[in-house]
């Protein structure tokens, strides 16, 4: 892997797209409006590739902004992955973020396999709803991708970051 290469913030977006975790890396107090504009944002780009490509879960960069370079990745279940990277001049490959969507999607996986978390709102009013953004039975996936962050070598984590 590139040795500058690091995270800006990772969001995971149900196929409802309600977000269910959005992680931020760096001073929280800039960045953290800004990175759920970008992952809202990018919400279209992944519909429209979606649709094309079917079989592949690597959606590739859905756009640059300022300083910042968004990459995409669809699951077989539909929840959607965001990553930030920053923007620089070194050049990302396809294969070194691809292995971070994967690691980042076990992770998730990973997480959804706890047999006590329940993803449904117990509340029962919206059947689709996932559970509260940011809720503490998401800490199991929060620490996977601190871990995650932390093996590509970003070593200012925020103690926040969560929506």
């Known amino acids: 892997m590139a040795p500058n290469l690091r995270l800006n913030a990772v969001a995971f977006i149900s196929p409802q797209n309600h977000p269910i975790l ?68 070194t050049v990302l490959r396809d294969q070194e973020v691809n292995l971070i969507f994967k690691a980042l999607h076990m992770a998730y996986y990973s997480a959804i396999s706890n047999p006590f978390l329940l993803l449904e709102d117990p509340a029962g009013n919206d059947g689709s709803r996932s559970l509260l953004v940011g809720s503490p039975k998401w800490r199991n996936l929060r620490g996977r991708v601190d871990e995650i962050n932390k093996v590509l070598g970003n070593s200012s984590l925020s103690n926040g970051g969560q929506m």
């Open 22 to 89: 959005i992680r931020t890396f760096g001073n929280q107090d800039e960045t953290a409006v800004k990175y759920h504009y970008v992952a809202h944002t990018s919400l279209d780009v992944i519909e429209e590739r979606a649709s094309t490509k079917s079989s592949e879960c690597y959606l590739g960069l859905l756009y640059s902004m300022e300083d910042v370079a968004v990459y995409g990745y669809i699951t077989p279940l539909k929840v959607k992955i965001v990553v930030a990277f920053p923007l620089s001049d």
